[in-house]
C-alpha cells in the first residue's frame, strides 16, 4: 500500500493526545492535501497539528490533489474531505485517513482501503508502537474526539484489551 492520505481531524486529534509521531512509524509515504494543510494552518498557532505539519521533516508531505470528480459534490463535504478521498480515487494503492461519517461512508461506498483515528492507534498498538490503547482514548475522549462508549469498547476488543480488568471508560 502507498501510504496513508490524511484529513484534518486525525491530525488535529494525534496532536492534541502527543501521538503524531505514530504516523511516520506506521506509514512513512504519508501525504496530506494541500486543503487538508491549509485547513490546519488556520488553527491555534500553538496547536501541535500546525507545528508538526510546518517541520521541515514533514514539509514535503503536503501534495497537490486531482480535481474532485462530480460525483463527489453530491456527497456535500468539505474541502479537506473531498481532496483526500479524490487523491485516494486516483490511486488504487492508498489508504485515506479520515474521522468524518459522510467521508467514511463515500470511501466505504467506493472500496477505498479506510482508517480513522482510531484505527491507526489500534495497528500502533499490534505493531508495538503504543503499549495501551486505553489511556489514548480516554485521553481522545478527553479532547473531544466525541467517540461513542460503543466505538471505545469495541476499539478496547480490537486492540486485546478487554480481559485485562481495565475499564478507564464509564459506564
Given at each position: 500500500?502507498?501510504?496513508?492520505?490524511?484529513?484534518?481531524?486525525p491530525?488535529?486529534?494525534?496532536?492534541?493526545?502527543?501521538?503524531?509521531?505514530l504516523?511516520?512509524?506506521l506509514?512513512?509515504?504519508?501525504?496530506?492535501p494541500k486543503p487538508?494543510?491549509?485547513?490546519?494552518?488556520?488553527?491555534?498557532?500553538?496547536d501541535?497539528?500546525?507545528?508538526?505539519?510546518?517541520?521541515?521533516?514533514?514539509?514535503?508531505?503536503?501534495v497537490?490533489?486531482?480535481?474532485?470528480?462530480?460525483?463527489?459534490?453530491?456527497?456535500?463535504?468539505?474541502?479537506?474531505?473531498?481532496?483526500?478521498?479524490?487523491?485516494?480515487?486516483?490511486?488504487?494503492?492508498?489508504?485515506?485517513?479520515?474521522?468524518?461519517?459522510?467521508?467514511?461512508?463515500?470511501?466505504?461506498?467506493?472500496?477505498?482501503?479506510?482508517?480513522?483515528?482510531?484505527?491507526?492507534?489500534?495497528?500502533?498498538?499490534?505493531?508495538?508502537?503504543?503499549?495501551?490503547?486505553?489511556?489514548?482514548?480516554?485521553?481522545?475522549?478527553?479532547?473531544?474526539?466525541?467517540?461513542?462508549?460503543?466505538?471505545?469498547?469495541?476499539?478496547?476488543?480490537?486492540?486485546g484489551?478487554?480481559?485485562?480488568?481495565?475499564?478507564?471508560?464509564?459506564?
Amino acid at each position: 500500500m502507498k501510504g496513508w492520505i490524511f484529513d484534518a481531524s486525525p491530525l488535529i486529534l494525534l496532536g492534541k493526545i502527543d501521538q503524531l509521531h505514530l504516523i511516520e512509524t506506521l506509514s512513512p509515504e504519508f501525504r496530506v492535501p494541500k486543503p487538508v494543510a491549509e485547513e490546519i494552518l488556520q488553527g491555534p498557532p500553538n496547536d501541535a497539528a500546525i507545528k508538526w505539519l510546518t517541520a521541515e521533516s514533514n514539509y514535503n508531505h503536503i501534495v497537490d490533489t486531482p480535481k474532485a470528480p462530480d460525483f463527489l459534490a453530491q456527497w456535500d463535504l468539505g474541502s479537506g474531505e473531498a481532496a483526500v478521498l479524490s487523491l485516494g480515487l486516483s490511486e488504487n494503492d492508498a489508504a485515506v485517513v479520515l474521522d468524518d461519517l459522510a467521508a467514511r461512508k463515500f470511501a466505504t461506498t467506493f472500496q477505498l482501503p479506510l482508517l480513522g483515528t482510531l484505527g491507526l492507534l489500534i495497528r500502533a498498538k499490534q505493531q508495538g508502537s503504543v503499549h495501551q490503547l486505553a489511556p489514548l482514548i480516554s485521553h481522545l475522549d478527553a479532547v473531544g474526539a466525541n467517540l461513542s462508549q460503543a466505538v471505545m469498547t469495541h476499539a478496547l476488543k480490537l486492540a486485546g484489551e478487554d480481559g485485562n480488568g481495565i475499564n478507564i471508560l464509564p459506564p
